[in-house]
């Protein structure tokens, strides 16, 4: 290979590695090395380079990551196979595009202050990430520190800072490891610092994971996976055949002590509020197992200006019958619930990137709503919201000891999707220390402790219910109360040390000659 090309194959060779630090064709330990030789690549050449570099490592990690997205809206959306190839594209594209000015600010950096500046790439790849949260269509998908999830004691920093946290010490493992090859002088001390972050990293983990979770009050829970298939989710055909399997499963579980029973996002195909024999009959179903029901529902609300408002929903009902919660979601699924940059997605017009069978989009809630359950308060939040971190915080610190995500992974099919979906689910539970109980129509149904391991679950595509004991925590974690400070310290740090970088010009390094 020449010299020429051999920076872009290893920026490919990171994003691969990157897409193989999640599940379900990775684990998360490839994640401590995966970003090593976009880092090297960096280090050797200027920053309009290094701004290609990091874009292509990006774009191979977001075809590895979200190849799924071209299925399932050729299998759902009806869509053309070689529009949905597009549509993916240019999702990978964006995706790319943090990764890219992860690039181009390193490169910078390195020029001006020279191989010491990979020090630096921690600040700069979580800056990154919390862009990539905020901005454009709000895609906060498999952010480094998930890779974290399946090695327990190195995720509970998450418990501090979030998964950002869990970020910036992944990268700074990285970035350690890069130094030690682009500068002989450094390999000593870097690799002593690798160790002795690996070392002290995982020990306060591991301290963490036996430290006890003071708990408020405890609840059998029944998680129903009714495992309908996406093609009959909406069919009218079907709809009588679907509520009665979840009420079957309920009852299965109210006979097994479950006293909260979860069912999934859109268990319920009618709007409650507008089918009394429904509501009827689900009243009927707490009052003879004397248990709590949380289940999705959708809710459809007459604008001021008469238009229709449809809300993607949850609902609980108290074994008398009444209805205590009624939560909207508030972040909605780009390209399933709305359409972002509709003309230009959408071709104009004549291609409908949505997945859903709704006339018109849906419109985002407003509240993280919290109400009174079986042992203390919980909050129920929806689907895609699992990959947000700030909204768990908020239904925490409006007073959460449990919390409830209710899902339809039934569009990913056996993809990696519903395996990503999961572990950013339990990164929750971590920054909240509260329990997570997860409703999944096709699964992964799960139920999490404040440490995030998994008690117990269920396998894709089982139809059954998941019955064990969750607790309502209390007290606060760091996270909870500063919620995404370190972030937004990064993205400050960040843009500083850029601007500082370009009136600088490069030290010679000696250990490169």
């Known amino acids: 290979m020449s010299s020429r090309l051999r920076p872009e194959a290893l920026a490919a060779l990171s994003g691969v590695l990157l897409a193989l630090s999640f599940p379900k064709f990775g684990h998360g330990a490839v994640a401590f ?4 030789p976009l880092l090297v690549a960096i280090a050797g050449v200027p920053a309009r380079r290094a701004l290609r570099l990091g874009y292509l490592s990006g774009a191979v990690a977001a075809l590895g990551l979200l190849y799924w997205t071209a299925l399932t809206v050729i299998q759902f959306g009806r869509i053309p196979a070689p529009v949905a190839a597009v549509v993916m594209l240019l999702l990978c594209a964006a995706f790319a595009l943090f990764p890219l000015l992860f690039g181009w600010g390193l490169g910078r950096l390195t020029s001006a202050f020279g191989p010491r500046a990979l020090l630096l790439a921690p600040v700069l790849w979580t800056a990154t990430e919390l862009l990539r949260a905020h901005t454009f269509f709000r895609f906060p998908w498999c952010l480094l520190g998930y890779a974290t999830i399946d090695l327990l004691p190195f995720a509970q920093v998450a418990s501090l800072f979030g998964v950002y946290g869990a970020s910036f010490l992944v990268m700074l493992v990285n970035a350690l490891l890069a130094l030690a090859l682009v ?5 000593r001390r870097a690799s002593l610092a690798t160790a002795a972050l690996l070392f002290a990293w995982g020990g306060l983990g591991l301290w963490a994971l036996a430290t006890p979770v003071v708990e408020q009050g405890r609840v059998r829970v029944g998680l129903v996976q ?3 298939v996406q093609d009959q989710k909406w069919d009218p055909d079907f709809a009588e055949q679907n509520v009665a399997r979840h009420e079957r499963l309920a009852r299965d579980a109210a006979a097994r002590g479950a006293r909260l029973i979860v069912w999934p996002e859109s268990a319920v195909p009618s ?3 507008h089918d009394p024999e429904l509501a009827a009959r689900l009243r009927r179903l707490v009052r003879e197992t004397g248990a709590w029901l949380v289940f999705g529902n959708d809710d459809m609300e007459l ?3 008469g238009r229709p408002r449809p809300y993607v929903g949850a609902k609980m009902l108290t074994p008398a019958g009444e209805l205590v919660l009624r939560y909207h979601k508030m972040r909605l699924v780009p ?8 003309p230009l997605l959408t071709l104009g017009g004549r291609y409908a990137a949505k997945l859903v069978q709704q006339v018109a989009d849906f419109e985002p809630g407003t509240e993280a709503v919290v109400a009174a359950g079986p042992g203390g308060a919980l909050g129920a939040f929806i689907c895609y919201e699992a990959v947000f971190p700030d909204l768990a915080r908020a239904f925490v610190r409006g007073g959460a000891g449990l919390l409830v995500n209710i899902t339809n992974d039934g569009w990913y099919g056996r993809t990696s999707a519903p395996h990503q979906h999961l572990a950013m689910a339990r990164m929750r539970a971590i920054e909240t220390r509260r329990y997570l109980v997860r409703a999944a129509n096709t699964g992964i149904t799960a139920i999490v402790d404040p440490r995030g391991r998994l008690q117990a679950r269920t396998g894709l595509f089982d139809q059954t219910a998941l019955v064990g004991e969750a607790g309502f925590a ?5 996270y909870v109360g500063i919620g995404d400070a370190f972030a937004q310290a990064c993205l400050l740090a960040a843009a500083l040390v850029v601007a500082l970088a370009r009136s600088r010009v490069a030290p010679a390094d000696p250990a490169r000659g």
């Open 33 to 36: 090395v995966a970003l090593v």
């Open 474 to 478: 209390t007290g606060t974690t760091l």
């Open 271 to 273: 709007y409650f509020d």
């Open 335 to 342: 390209f399933g619930e709305y359409v972002p940059m509709k």
């Open 303 to 305: 604008g001021a200006e």
């Open 226 to 228: 009714a495992s309908v």
């Open 183 to 187: 500068s002989p002088a450094e390999a």
